[in-house]
């Protein structure tokens, strides 16, 4: 089974050939590419210099155009799976393994959930992250403990879903609308390490802003979303 580690990277050039490496040594099984998205420092250089698999857009797109980017790749080249995988250092690729076969259980969508069996801390973020949760249980009637979480694998259905329609995110809203629409979604556990270098565009203002749009888009947009059915060879 194929599996395409997918690292969208803006302005991550502090970050970057630590994280390519430890896949690259340490995972070979596994192939990557770095979708730099329009990135205004060294990234898609060090990328290059360094004989990365690259894709290198021109402008910015924002995460949701580079991993579609991404999973357009992994449509073209006939892959099984593909995972998002953060481009900061804050993902742990001795997960995939295990979403890897908790996706082979027969599952669309398995996220790396850092919430089950551990408790969310208490703060301003967990709350958010918490009601998003509770939209989409409101909406789905499914509980996903960790909405938020950006380590997700998609099998090869969601792929072609996510290659071939636009506006197919990978965030929240995508991820209830797809399970009202009968996808099937398990998390596993996993551990998540901090940003060492570079900085989160996600700001305090940003990241308020982030989660009332994804409340309002569970609760009322995506109620108006028509899907376009894919079919897969």
Excluded: W
Excluded at 116 to 125: G, Q
Excluded at 198 to 209: D, I
């Amino acid at each position: 089974m194929k599996c395409l580690v997918i690292i969208p990277a803006y302005n991550e050039e502090e970050n970057i050939v630590r994280v390519v490496e430890n896949l690259k040594n340490n995972y070979p099984m596994y192939d990557y590419i770095v979708i730099n998205d329009g990135s205004s420092d060294s990234t898609a250089k060090i990328c290059r210099k360094n004989g990365y698999e690259l894709v290198d857009l021109p402008v910015n797109l924002g995460l949701a155009g580079a991993f579609q980017t991404g999973l357009k790749y992994a449509y073209r080249n006939g892959y099984d799976y593909a995972i998002q995988f953060d481009a900061d250092g804050q993902h742990r690729p001795e997960f995939i393994g295990p979403m890897l076969d908790k996706i082979q259980e027969g599952y669309d969508i398995v996220i790396g959930s850092r919430f089950v069996t551990e408790k969310k801390p208490h703060s301003l973020r967990m709350l958010g992250s918490n009601l998003i949760s509770m939209a989409m249980k409101l909406t789905t009637g499914r509980r996903v403990k960790d909405p938020t979480s950006g380590m997700r694998m998609f099998n090869k259905k969601m792929i072609a879903e996510f290659a071939l329609n636009m506006n197919y995110g990978p965030e929240p809203d995508t991820v209830s609308y797809l399970l009202k629409q009968g996808a099937t979604i398990a998390e596993v556990q996993v551990e998540m390490d901090e940003r060492i270098a570079g900085e989160s565009y996600l700001n305090l203002t940003k990241s308020m802003m982030y989660m009332l749009r994804m409340l309002l888009s569970i609760l009322l947009i995506q109620n108006f979303r028509k899907r376009r059915e894919v079919k897969v060879s």
